[in-house]
């Protein structure tokens, strides 16, 4: 079964600029998360979409911002960059049964680079 | 407030030797999950294992166990039999309630693995 999968896996931006990155869970897969990496701040989580709707949001401006599609694929756009924004942005699906062993399996991250 | 602690920023282990990575946890909700992922210089979050707060046992997954200890609110990794491939940031991670992605993580560890 293929993993998650990110696309593109690098981005180069300038400020003021807006980016879309793209994820493809794994099959079967109805909840797909976000998370920002930096050396800084750490893993942190964006937000999270379950049958095309927002379930959860992390304290994040409103630039951010995310979809799901019926297929399960999600989108998250950044608009108006800033220089901060660099970051290895990470995807993550889960089965979203309700399970408490329910996993999420990570996708090999887009590293953005704001200029 | 939810939060995962790792205090050891980075750990230096031999070829085969057994090694402990710590993580302590703190959250109020009694339904929650630990996991730890691996991540290697490529970027990508490799799941390794999990524990649930109501597991009577400590996990094991082939060379990594979990050593569990809810009343002291820790959830340390244990690698055994460490390999040069186990060279890599390791993040606990945990997630509160089961209707939800969201995960909080620790700062990480960094292992070197040195022959």
């Known amino acids: 079964k293929a993993g998650v999968t990110q696309t593109p896996r690098y981005l180069i931006k300038t400020r003021g600029q807006q980016v879309t990155l793209s994820c493809s869970p794994i099959?079967?897969?109805?909840?797909v998360s976000w998370y920002q990496q930096t050396p800084g701040q750490g893993l942190q989580f964006l937000f999270e979409?379950?049958?095309?709707?927002?379930?959860n949001k992390g304290n994040f401006p409103g630039r951010f911002s995310g979809r799901q599609f019926s297929n399960s694929r999600s989108e998250m756009n950044v608009s108006t960059l800033e220089l901060g924004d660099s970051a290895l942005y990470l995807c993550?699906?889960?089965?979203?049964?309700?399970?408490?062993?329910?996993?999420?399996?990570f996708g090999p991250g887009t590293r953005l680079t704001v200029l | 407030a939810q939060k995962i602690t790792q205090t050891q920023p980075g750990m230096f282990v031999q070829e085969k030797e057994a090694v402990t990575l710590d993580c302590t946890y703190d959250t109020s909700d009694p339904s929650y999950g630990l996991f730890w992922y691996k991540q290697p210089s490529s970027g990508e979050m490799i799941f390794l294992i999990y524990?649930?707060?109501?597991?009577?046992q400590n996990a094991t997954e082939g060379r990594y166990s979990l050593n569990f200890q809810k009343a002291r609110k820790s959830a340390n990794l244990v690698i055994s039999a460490s390999q040069l491939g186990d060279s890599a940031m390791y993040f606990c991670a945990m997630r509160e309630g089961y209707n939800t992605d969201k995960l909080i993580f620790g700062t990480g560890t960094r292992l070197q693995v040195f022959p």
């Open positions: 979409y379950f049958s095309e709707t927002q379930r």
């Open positions: 099959s079967g897969h109805r909840s």
């Open positions: 993550a699906s889960s089965l979203a049964d309700g399970a408490p062993r329910d996993t999420q399996y």
């Open positions: 524990q649930g707060s109501y597991d009577q």
